[in-house]
């Protein structure tokens, strides 16, 4: 276990001969043991011991030391003020945070200041609004055995559950909400988290099956469920995010109160995109530098104005559509805000102006918001009426626009009741008063009318006391430590009255009061303590109160991340002539397709078509490097996206299936830590390929058998070839450099060959970027070679070779091509095992895994 956790052994040897404090972090780190406990100390969070030590190498802050009776213990400590830019810091570092606050204030107790955990700070639990990107939803993920699996973001309210039905999904599902943290009970799987993910074990009280009813009852009634697995994936889930609000061990709970849904769903129900998917088609992240600041495809049709928009759009991009009714209805709302441009550029100016409404009422519900919240709050809900005129315009022919309309309440009861109360232009902290408006509340208005009248009794009373003592320069001030004054300069002492009572000594004067001076400002001392306590007071009634109305807002603001979302898809279509697509089709059939991100940073991008209808589904793609092969099978894979998730496509026309699934094997690369070679890597994705795809699958296949000898890869793509084409069915591109796959794909029915062309120019080869039918005629490698800078003497000799091995008379080259080809220790041993094989019972896919063992065997 890591030293910096749990209670420290030198403070818990010693436990009963601590004093007070001391003891109470020793309790708070044997409580939270698996967190580094930030421990308030007046205006600092301090950590002793080894979590100091730890602290301080990791923030890179001074280690100092805090001595006790029982000794000194190292000790680090960081400011309040400037804490959660530490804390990301630490989590950084992989630590979770429990942060332990004084609950009371000191002048109030003349013993220990009480302390307790307020918060637990991990990946998934985020809630403070600087740690967490506007545009990205932050997930904690459960999952137990037997494969149920629940999704919350603790800073929203998003709250999903499925179960599955194998590892494997599990991992799709994560990475489809790249989860920050995963919580897991005693018996479930850690394998399916990545790298950039928490794993964090929980009790395993909290996933037992009534328990976690019982959880799960308390947020939502009797709620449908298919599955007890799911159950307790939502309770143990909602027992965490209660853990890390500070819920305390001694029976009390923190409820969550703005948690007011659960969106039970069937990955079915949508387009899957699994891991390999979304990083080679590049949905979130380049894996290239294109040029372009936004070169991930989220990016590139990301105009949203709001933080909820842009969650929103990132959410339909994980979970495209697999229903051509709700894809329609969508389309149809594009649509619309394409042709009403006015409405929609009003509508996109007004959301500039919307708060993250989501964030803001789970603040306000936690207990976390602020007066400026409260203000965001009131200013975000002005918009809505203007939001519904531009909807009351556009909405004609689309149901989604209606709807959304009709969700769009600007709570008026809410509205009046914030500006009722609170300032235009509030103060930070609500402990400091001069929050509340005059006139909301007479207790407070009189407080005030108090502390007014007795400041400006003081601000008349130095002309007063210069007059009747006749002191010229007498001065009334005031300062912190000694509260108001009147000075007198040393010349000047002989004047002082009788009733003049010495205060403090300075250098070259006195400063003294009076009886009624002391009384003014023990009146006015009065009224601020009782003002500011009266407005904290009724902010957080008023905060309680807001707090009532959270499912209306939560409504309002989805209603504004959809249409948000959808103005961002019409505005993107208008910009760059997207058309709409017909979904539903049998086939494919695209007219002048383009690629969506790298048409942007090419200034003459050569659009293509796609021709794959249901009964010849499969293209064989030929052509040189750098003549648009990868470019064209990603596009068509992401026009497929974009239609489904109810976005146009940059097309003249199409005409799309509903693809129930992307399969990629495109690019290579070793995993290292996983201790497998490229070409292993490249035979798993093919693997996973061959076994799960399906007729309505869409399968992009890039330079498959490239890892491996130049016979291996053919066989490899041959085999797998067929198997797609005989028994899948699947849509499939298949780009390759194996020039016999062309002969395959001209014996096969359901399959057609297409090549990009080239041509050999007096500088090299130029590439057209022009997709036609039948297979390439050469792969112009050696004139690649010689644009990509390879010397001079290295390209001739290329050359030289490679007319060697396409003359038809044995050359010296030509047999030292062949001599070392056939240079092979083993090659005895893998003819002998493939001569006992029988092909006519074995399957493409069994082929596939021998050829795949017998290379691993070679390397």
């Not at 001074?62 to 213990?73: A, F, K």
């Not at 007059?467 to 010229?472: A, F, L």
């Not at 890039?702 to 066989?715: I, M, P």
């Amino acid at each position: 276990m890591d030293e910096a956790l749990g209670p420290p052994p030198e403070m818990a040897e010693k436990a009963d001969d601590l004093t007070p404090m001391l003891s109470q972090y020793l309790e708070l780190c044997e409580r939270y043991d698996d967190a580094l406990v930030l421990f308030q100390v007046g205006d600092f969070y301090e950590t002793f011991c080894a979590a100091a030590e730890t602290t301080a190498r990791i923030l890179e802050i001074t280690l100092t030391q805090r001595e006790d009776s029982t000794g000194t213990y190292p000790m680090a400590g960081i400011p309040i003020d400037n804490a959660e830019s530490y804390i990301e810091t630490l989590l950084d570092a992989g630590y979770r945070v429990a942060v332990a606050d004084q609950v009371e204030a000191p002048e109030e107790t003349s013993g220990l200041v009480d302390r307790a955990v307020t918060r637990v700070v991990t990946p998934g639990t985020l809630t403070e609004t600087e740690l967490l990107a506007d545009g990205d939803n932050n997930f904690v993920a459960c999952l137990t055995d037997g494969y149920g699996l629940a999704v919350l973001d603790v800073s929203t309210g998003d709250f999903y559950a499925t179960r599955l039905d194998r590892i494997d999904a599990v991992a799709d599902e994560l990475e489809r909400f790249d989860a920050a943290e995963a919580v897991v009970g005693p018996d479930a799987p850690t394998e399916p988290f990545g790298s950039n993910c928490m794993v964090t074990p929980y009790e395993r009280s909290a996933f037992e099956l009534e328990t976690a009813r019982k959880k799960v009852r308390s947020y939502f009634g009797e709620i449908s469920l298919a599955s007890d697995a799911e159950v307790r994936a939502c309770g143990a889930l909602l027992a965490y995010a209660e853990y890390a609000r500070g819920a305390r061990t001694d029976g009390e709970t923190t409820r969550l109160s703005y948690l007011n849904h659960l969106t039970r769903y069937d990955p079915r129900e949508y387009m899957l995109l699994d891991a390999v998917a979304t990083r080679s088609l590049e949905i979130f992240e380049p894996r290239h530098v294109h040029g372009l600041e936004g070169a991930a495809l989220s990016e590139t049709i990301d105009r949203t104005a709001s933080a909820l928009g842009g969650r929103e759009l990132r959410d339909r991009l994980r979970r495209p559509l697999l229903d051509p009714d709700r894809i329609d209805a969508r389309l149809d709302a594009v649509e619309a805000l394409l042709a009403r441009v006015g409405e929609r550029e009003r509508a996109s100016e007004l959301l500039a102006d919307v708060y993250d409404l989501e964030r803001l009422v789970a603040g306000i519900s936690r207990g976390r918001a602020d007066a400026r919240d409260l203000r965001a709050l009131e200013s975000t809900l002005s918009v809505v009426p203007d939001l519904r005129a531009c909807l009351d315009e556009a909405a004609t022919g689309s149901d989604v626009l209606t709807e959304i309309a009709d969700d769009l309440d600007d709570c008026p009861d809410v509205r009046e009741l914030i500006d009722a109360a609170i300032v235009e232009s509030p103060p930070a902290e609500i402990t400091e008063g001069g929050l509340v408006r005059e006139g909301y509340d007479e207790t407070l208005d009189s407080l005030r009318t108090t502390e007014r009248e007795g400041k400006a009794w003081i601000e008349d009373l130095e002309a007063e006391e210069r007059e009747r003592t006749g002191i010229d320069s007498l001065k009334v001030g005031h300062n912190s430590v000694h509260g108001y004054y009147i000075e007198v300069t040393d010349p000047n002492l002989d004047a002082v009255p009788g009733d003049y009572h010495r205060r403090q000594t300075l250098k070259n004067a006195e400063r003294f009061y009076t009886p009624e001076l002391k009384e003014r400002e023990d009146e006015i001392i009065r009224a601020e303590g009782r003002a500011d306590e009266r407005e904290y007071e009724l902010f957080t009634e008023l905060r309680s109160r807001v707090a009532e109305a959270t499912e209306r807002i939560q409504r309002t603001a989805s209603a504004i991340a959809r249409l948000d979302a959808l103005c961002s898809l019409a505005s993107v279509a208008a910009e760059y002539d997207y058309c709409r697509p017909a979904v539903g089709a049998d086939g494919i059939d695209i007219e002048g397709g383009r690629h969506p991100v790298v048409e942007r940073t090419e200034s003459a991008f050569v659009p293509n078509p796609v021709d794959l209808p249901r009964d010849r589904p499969m293209a064989v793609v030929t052509g040189p490097n750098m003549s648009g092969k990868s470019t064209y099978m990603r596009q068509v894979a992401l026009i497929c996206v974009l239609a489904q998730l109810g976005s146009f496509v940059p097309a003249e026309r199409a005409e799309l299936p509903v693809v129930d699934r992307v399969f990629t094997r495109v690019g290579a690369s070793d995993d290292i830590a996983g201790g497998r070679s490229t070409f292993m890597v490249e035979m798993t994705e093919l693997a996973d390929i061959l076994a799960e795809a399906g007729e309505d699958s869409l399968v992009v296949l890039d330079e498959v058998g490239r890892g491996t000898s130049t016979r291996d890869g053919y066989a490899i793509a041959q085999a797998a070839t067929e198997h797609l084409h005989d028994e899948i069915g699947a849509y499939t591109l298949f780009a390759t450099h194996h020039h016999e796959l062309t002969d395959v794909a001209e014996r096969l029915p359901r399959a057609r060959n297409y090549h990009f062309s080239a041509a050999r120019t007096a500088d090299g080869v130029e590439f057209e970027h022009d997709l036609r039918e039948g297979p390439a005629e050469a792969s112009y490698g050696v004139e690649v070679a010689e644009m990509a800078g390879v010397p001079a003497e290295v390209v001739d000799r290329a050359g030289q070779l490679l007319a060697a091995v396409d003359s038809p008379t044995p050359t010296d080259a030509e047999a030292t091509i062949s001599e070392t080809a056939s240079t092979d220790g083993g090659r005895e041993a893998i003819l002998a095992e493939l001569d006992s094989v029988d092909l006519a019972e074995t399957t493409p896919l069994e082929a596939l895994n021998l050829l795949s063992r017998l290379k691993s065997e070679r390397e």
